[in-house]
């Protein structure tokens, strides 16, 4: 399916709203992927991937156990967006964030792209570099589950491999229903008497 | 117009003249909304005039039964656009302007560019499924409409038989066709606006959708033309240029439009900000010229006979379109006294206005102040562009007490609601599962409230101070929202609201009381509407384009001279 990023944001945001995530937060989830769809990255899979994984699960067991502990872990992998928006939401600062099971890794990089200047998130055979412009990936990006993942700031980027672009992007049928079937939840059936009175067209529209 | 040249209003007395978002921010007001100079569509055809864009119909393929294409190229110094207009022959118990319709007198889609054949053929197959379809991203805009069937005939009728149509009869409903949606940025795989948004012409708000409109007008006249030809060959005649001049596009919203405001603070803010700062800019100046006075008083007069063609069936609108005549005699006799000679003359008049006034009356001051000062305001029409994304990051670094401070100053309307009254939460925005648009409920009659839309701010941002204070001093924000996802977006808003003031409607869109027309009419303001026409509290139709010049003639034509139009039954004895 050949979709705009304003509709693959749109989508996001309300599967992750379907599938549990709290509004304000379902946003940084459609913000996240529209960022790594612009860069022809699979954000729109990994979330589903996420999704699915999380469905049912409630929020305070994708954060972390205790945050002042050196490596942060939850009860089930910590959830690359409620994590990434708390790093984004930090500024980052200087210190290098060392995270536990993390799902969908990939999805941290759009935040790491809004808080300093560059920044670097790290796992097993993945390493990306993060600037405003796009990102530097060496490694294969897609894991669904890393086991340790670093986070920090970075000196500066050699090299852009994916850059951003405004524009179309292909988001493969089976996932786009898939999230769709999500965002579905967010929806009231109608009634007739909800038709009439929720839109409040009334039956005499033509003339 | 010659003291706005002159005489440049001191910035410190603008910044104190400025309204504050407290007095702006109601939905009462903000339902009393006028157009002004800002009006999107006025922008749109000040620049198309300065820019000499040429408009010509390129293509005209259109059967005996008013089925076909037509194509309309508008090319401006750097791009071309090209609306595409399928014309069908509907069914009359297919026309509805409900959103659950599936067919329509025509569709159209705004193309980047000059299509080829094969993007005509394309877009045949999707553009008159609407909804259903689906679009590329070089397309723009995607659109519809449907006729106004009793003035569409009357005017086919008369024009096939060599007569012109009766001008009473234009000005009862002022459109040959209404659109029912004006799609963009993306919908239905359209172009995104990131595409286009660096684009001098295109980059304003509603720029794209606004020209798209400006098109279907000729369209409209264009298929009314070809009916009468059909029905009447040789004796059929053209629409007298006066008579078309007074012929718009209509446009039949309902909810649909309503949370936009909501859901675009940073693009709120900015609108009001151009149109508060054009009347602070006003009201600071220290004298007024007779060349603004003139001119002031010449709007006036037009404004106040044009309301002959503001006609309501609706209650409510036709009183105060009732009020707001009165309020232009008060005017008038108000202006027999020696006003506009004192210091601020204008700023004078405006705190009279606020003192003697409706707020119909108040806001259309407003925008008759600001009109004999395009030198003054225009360029302001040009910062009325917003990124929402620049408005989302959140500072996490803030301690909790200073969020609870911001929130207390910026949403103190908010935390005054008592939100366990019924009354105060009486409704809830959801959206339909049957065509995925916004509705409203009643949330203690209807199921559905647990999945409302977030849409009522105020009680967002009361459910999070709730929070906030049982939370210890010195805890960082960004700690209260790992832990607490669920006040992110309120946190969101609160921080907003700081940095853009005019970003947040000052009341509670969950009340009972609660107008949702209140939220259209100030959106349609902006694009330079007028005669709004409510059908019921959540639905209006309005006119777009009326009395404005069509392309043909904005070579010899004023291009902002038609939003109180000049009438030969108005003009002066």
Known sequence: MIVSLNEAEGMATKAAWGAGRPWGLAQEAGRAVSGLESMRLPGAELLLGLLVATDGVPCEKLGPVSMQSECWQAEYPLCPVLVGAFIADMRMQSKEMVLGRVHAPLLLAPFGQTVSETSVISWSNCTISACDEGLHVQGAPNAQVAEQVLMGPCESITEITHHRRPGAVDIADEIWEALSAFAHRTYVPASEASRLKGAGAGLTDND | ?573
């Not at chain 2, 409900?98 to 553009?127: C, K, Y």
């Not at chain 2, 659109?143 to 149509?165: E, I, K, M, T, Y």
């Not at chain 2, 946190?491 to 609201?497: E, F, H, L, T």
């Open chain 2, 1 to 573: 117009m010659a003291d706005a040249k002159t005489v440049v209003p001191d910035d410190a007395r603008v910044s104190e003249l400025m309204r504050t978002p407290q007095e702006v921010m109601r939905l009462a007001r903000m339902g009393a909304s006028h157009q002004t100079r800002l009006s999107f569509m006025r922008a749109i055809l000040r620049r198309v005039k300065r820019e000499g864009w040429q408009v010509k119909r390129t293509v005209w393929d259109v059967d005996d039964k008013g089925v076909g294409v037509g194509v309309y190229e508008a090319r401006g110094p750097e791009h071309t656009y090209s609306l595409i207009a399928y014309a069908n022959d509907l069914p009359p118990e297919k026309r509805s302007d409900r959103v659950i319709a599936t067919e329509w007198d025509a569709t159209f889609a705004l193309f980047d560019g000059v299509p080829t054949q094969a993007d005509i053929d394309r877009l045949r197959d999707n553009v008159p499924k609407q909804e259903a379809g689906r679009c590329a991203a070089s397309e723009l805009v995607l659109s519809r409409a449907n006729r106004s069937v009793r003035l569409f005939d009357h005017v086919a009728d008369c024009l096939s038989q060599g007569r012109q149509p009766d001008v009473q009869e234009i000005d009862k409903v002022g459109y040959l066709m209404r659109t029912t949606a004006v799609y963009g940025n993306g919908k239905f795989g359209l172009a995104d606006r990131d595409l286009y948004a660096r684009r001098e012409e295109a980059g304003g708000p509603f720029r794209v959708e606004l020209m798209a409109v400006w098109l279907i007008r000729v369209f409209t006249v264009d298929i009314v033309e070809h009916m009468a030809r059909i029905r009447g060959g040789a004796k059929a005649v053209p629409l007298d240029r006066e008579i078309r001049r007074r012929l718009g596009v209509g446009n039949s919203t309902g909810l649909g439009m309503a949370p936009f405001l909501v859901t675009h603070p940073a693009l709120l803010n900015a609108w009001i900000t151009a149109r508060e700062t054009a009347l602070a800019r006003v009201r600071a100046l220290p004298a007024a010229n007779a060349d603004t006075i003139r001119h002031f008083r010449d709007q006036l007069d037009r404004a106040h006979a044009g309301l002959e063609r503001w006609r309501t069936p609706d209650e409510r609108q036709s009183m105060r379109v009732c009020d707001l005549a009165d309020d232009f005699d008060k005017l008038k006799t108000h202006l027999q006294t020696d006003a506009l000679m004192s210091a601020e003359p204008w700023n004078e008049l405006y705190l009279w206005a606020t003192g003697n006034l409706t707020l119909e009356g108040q806001e259309a001051v407003c925008s008759l102040m600001i009109e004999p000062h395009g030198d003054l305001v225009d360029e302001l029409a040009g910062d009325m562009a917003a990124d929402e994304r620049r408005a989302f990051a959140i500072d996490g670094t803030m301690r909790v007490e200073a969020v609870a401070g911001l929130a207390a100053r910026h949403f103190d309307w908010a935390l005054a609601t008592d939100f366990d009254l019924a009354d105060q939460t009486a409704r809830f925005w959801y959206v339909s599962e049957e065509k995925l648009e916004p509705r409203l409920g009643e949330r203690h009659e209807e199921d559905g409230a647990e999945l409302e839309q977030r849409l009522g701010i105020g009680r967002e941002v009361a459910m999070m101070m709730a929070a906030l204070e049982k939370e210890p001093k010195g805890t960082l924000l960004a700690e209260f929202l790992l832990r607490h996802p669920e006040h992110r977006h309120a946190v969101r808003r609160v921080q907003v609201a700081a940095q853009l003031p005019y970003a947040e409607i000052h009341d509670n869109v969950l009340s009972s009381t609660m107008m949702p027309i209140d939220m259209l009419r100030c959106k349609l303001a902006f694009f330079g509407a007028s005669r709004f026409d409510p059908k019921s509290d959540r639905w209006v139709r309005i006119t777009m384009y009326a009395d404005a010049p069509f392309p043909d003639e904005m070579e010899d034509m004023d291009a902002d001279d038609w939003a109180w139009p000049l009438f030969n039954e108005n003009r002066p004895a």
